[in-house]
């Protein structure tokens, strides 16, 4: 679980230290090669075809998220969840997103 936290980080262990030290427990704890290469396998074939942005509103803030998927439906079904909980509601594209500056 940790890898594939660090992988929001990046996929390449030498420009990721969280993903270095994730990879560095996993062999510690014994965790077979294949489960971690599996992890970052997967991490890479999302990448390649699932990057995502949803936009809208939690309590009047403008909220935008970057999401790397396998899944883009699961993926805005836990969005549109996470937002209805806190109050929010989930905008259409272009809804909030002019408000900020993408670098």
Same mark, same amino acid.
């Given at each position: 679980m940790q890898i594939k936290t660090a992988l929001a980080h990046g996929g390449n262990s030498d420009s990721n230290l969280? /993903? &270095?030290? !994730? $990879?560095? #427990? !996993? #062999?510690?704890? #014994? @965790?077979? &090669?294949? $489960? *971690? %290469?599996r992890a970052l396998e997967k991490f890479e074939q999302a990448k390649a075809g699932g990057s995502v942005r949803y936009e809208?509103? $939690?309590? =009047? *803030?403008?909220v935008l998220v970057s999401c @790397?998927? %396998?899944n883009k439906n699961r993926t805005v079904n836990k969005v549109r969840e996470i937002f209805t909980k806190n109050g929010g509601t /989930? =905008? =259409?594209e272009n809804s909030v997103a002019h408000k900020f500056n993408h670098v």
């Open positions: 969280m /993903l &270095k030290r !994730a $990879i560095e #427990k !996993a #062999k510690d704890a #014994k @965790v077979p &090669k294949a $489960i *971690v %290469d809208g509103t $939690i309590a =009047g *803030v403008s @790397v998927t %396998d /989930l =905008g =259409g």
